[in-house]
């Protein structure tokens, strides 16, 4: 296990695909050098905002290596898969890599599953891997909330809530807010740091608000987040960094859209 301490901002990256479809790792790594020029040094690499839901296993470890090979900073590699044996094999290659921390979401598609089945499936996890364990609890999407009853049984360095479930600070080491609004509050409460997507855009607000919770700084990130936040949120980032970084490109992957078809909703990040 790394001797790290993870907290203040994590931003979760996008990952640039070209026109064709392919990645983009030209971007990424242009992406990548802008945001360590700013002063963030942690990244979540293959998330929600990374659209791991449409990227392979190999090319999620693609990701994952050329990061490495080029981030100086600390690396949190997600697992991206409801099958536990894809998750075993990731997180292997993830230690094999380098990365210094692996975050996994419940299992995804079965809904409602026992807290039973998720605490065996999510130990079984942690016990596979010498990283640091980030348990990630987005109930919107998964349909596996996170519970004090799960956290209390799982052996884990921390989670990343995106639901901003700030009651479940006490029942976890290390908790880590996804939810932009709620970065002042969660610090008062014992927060360690959070996650923000829309940091992507526009990091220095965010490092900003990591040394120091003023309610300034905690209007010039909703500010940011007023940018990215609701339907399309990954493609109104994608869209923002092309006019940041030249050559970055805007394109998502299906079934996400650049623009918002009448009488349809996308998911947001």
């Known amino acids: 296990m790394n001797s790290f301490e993870l907290k203040g901002l994590v931003i979760p990256v996008p990952t640039p695909f070209a026109e064709n479809g392919a990645v983009d790792f030209g971007a990424f790594l242009a992406h990548l050098d802008w ?31 050329v990061a490495r090979e080029n981030w100086d900073g600390i690396i949190i590699a997600h697992t991206g898969s409801p099958a536990l044996f894809q998750c075993l094999e990731t997180a292997h290659a ?3 890599i380098g990365a210094d921390f692996l975050a996994s979401l419940p ?12 605490i065996r499936w999510f ?5 596979s ?7 990630y609890n987005f109930p919107k999407h998964t349909g596996n ?38 970065i002042s509050a969660a ?7 959070f996650v923000s997507a829309s940091a992507n855009i526009d990091p220095l607000p965010y490092v900003r608000i990591e040394k120091e919770q003023t309610p300034e700084n905690q209007a010039a990130v909703d500010a940011v987040n007023a940018r990215t936040n609701g339907p399309f949120a990954i493609a109104r ?30 998911e947001d990040e």
């Open 145 to 182: 909330p996170l519970t004090p009853e799960i956290l209390a049984q799982v052996p884990h360095y921390g989670m990343k809530d995106s639901f901003a479930d700030l009651s479940l600070i006490p029942a976890t080491p290390r908790y880590f807010v996804g939810g932009d609004r709620k």
């Open 237 to 266: 980032i994608k869209h923002a960094l092309s006019e940041i970084i030249p050559g970055y490109p805007s394109t998502v992957r299906l079934p996400l859209m650049k623009e918002l078809p009448t009488n349809h909703s996308n």
């Open 107 to 118: 299992p995804f598609y079965f809904s409602g599953a026992p807290a039973a089945g998720l």
């Open 187 to 193: 610090y008062a409460a014992g927060a360690k740091g």
């Open 129 to 135: 891997t010498e990283l640091p364990l980030i348990l």
């Open 35 to 65: 945001l360590a020029e700013c002063g963030v040094r942690n990244l979540l690499v293959n998330g929600t905002t990374g659209e791991f839901f449409s990227l392979t296993p190999a090319e999620q470890l693609q990701l994952l290596q």
């Open 123 to 127: 130990t079984k996890l942690a016990e």
């Open 94 to 96: 993830a230690e094999e």
